[in-house]
């Protein structure tokens, strides 16, 4: 079950194109998420309120108020993904650990 698409202002302000992207952790392969990236340009971090699935990290967006609130992503197999952070404009997101980690684009 994958989450909407969203289509707000930072949509809009990214020139209204998306992509979702398959990642998938580099040691076990297998996919940790699902993600919504808008625009173009390379993928640095995943926003919270752009994961689609699956539904434990989807749902962070409606209960994380605090960066503190986040611990790392982390694949199944333990191997770390992404570190908490907070980006502009308060938008909670991981910064994602270079090599940790493997993308492809999903159909739209
Ligand atoms: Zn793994």
Known sequence: MMR???KDKYFR??????VILG???VQCKKEVLL???????????????RILAPK???SLQDV?????QLT??????????????LHREGR???RLISGSFTKHKEGK
Do not use: H, W
């Open 35 to 49: 993600y919504q990236k808008d625009g173009r340009g390379g993928l640095k971090r995943l926003y919270l309120n």
């Open 64 to 68: 994380v108020e605090s960066v503190k």
């Open 13 to 18: 302000d990214r020139q209204s194109t998306y």
């Open 23 to 25: 990642i998938c952790c």
């Open 4 to 6: 909407e698409i969203k």
């Open 72 to 85: 790392l992503l982390k694949c199944e197999c333990g191997n770390n993904i992404g570190i908490p952070m």
């Open 56 to 58: 434990t990290l989807a």
């Open 92 to 94: 909670l997101a991981f």
